[in-house]
């Protein structure tokens, strides 16, 4: 095999990975989008706080993230909205998921702001793949490695970007 047709088949592994990981936040209930456009989980939560804190604010409309968190050193873009995090602890310890995030924001903005985070944080930016709604940013560091899709969504007039993560 062909480093070129090695080079594809990973970026094919990669976007299914991202399929898959997508449908596991629509089947198991994830973060969605409601009629109000308020970010809302539809699992149960517990606490007055983690339900709070994923809604819009009834007096002001503002729309607050939705719960989890996001990688420490490998920033979101500023005044992004964080629409799901499904980053789960798995065998020995290792984290592996999804975050996704919604901006207003150019997409060509965007995706600057990841390459320049990239080296700021001390990410190897590995290949960066065209795709017909946006980028691909393939970067990893120590035992991780990320996958960021950058995408526009012109009728809904947002920037969606998808964090696919894995520790190893």
Known sequence: MT????????????????LLLGATIVVSGGCTRNSDSSATDTKTKSS???????????????????????LGDLRRYPDSLRIADTIIEGEKGKKSGTLVYQTSADITKVIQFYIDEAETENWKLGSIVDTKVGQILQMSKENRRVSVSISRREKKE???????YREY
């Open 3 to 18: 480093s070129s047709n090695y080079k594809i088949l990973r970026i094919f592994y990669f976007v299914i990975m991202f």
């Open 48 to 70: 007055t706080e983690d339900k709070d804190s994923n809604e819009s604010d009834k007096k002001t409309g503002e729309v607050r993230d939705s719960p989890g968190q996001d």
């Open 158 to 164: 947002y920037t969606e970007v998808v964090y696919l």
